[in-house]
């Protein structure tokens, strides 16, 4: 089992830029991908971008694509999403996790473990 903690949400503005920050405790971190996802109030919770065990493989919802960063730091035990440009819509709780498998991947189902939640809102 995978226990996953975020930091790093807030209140930024439209075109502001923001770092999420995830520790990961329990299985070998460097073991598994590892994925970010996102829920505004109301929607489903959605894929923004994952990274592979190594973090050499990453994929990106096009919504966010060239905009945020994901990236790892295995010795660490640490996942990062960096998010530039944010605009309104990306208002919504992220949250982080930990995938079954050591491959990128952007199916909800891939992943077995899960944080609590950060909340970010970007006011316009």
């Known amino acids: 089992q995978v226990q996953l903690v975020e930091s790093g949400g807030g209140l930024v503005q439209a075109g502001g830029s923001l770092r999420l920050s995830c520790s990961a405790s329990?299985?070998?971190?460097?073991?598994?991908?590892m994925g970010w996802f996102r829920q505004a109030p109301g929607k489903e919770r959605d894929f923004v971008a994952a990274?592979?065990?190594?973090?050499?493989?990453?994929i990106y919802a096009d919504s966010v694509k060239g905009r945020f960063t994901i990236s790892r730091d295995n010795a660490k035990r640490m996942v990062y999403l960096q998010m530039s440009s944010l605009q309104s819509e990306d208002t919504a709780v992220y949250y982080c996790a930990a995938a079954w498998g050591s491959t990128a991947t952007a199916a909800k189902a891939d992943f077995g473990s899960w944080g609590q939640g950060t909340q970010v809102t970007v006011s316009s």
């Open positions: 329990g299985r070998s971190f460097s073991t598994y991908a």
């Open positions: 990274l592979s065990w190594s973090g050499r493989s990453t």
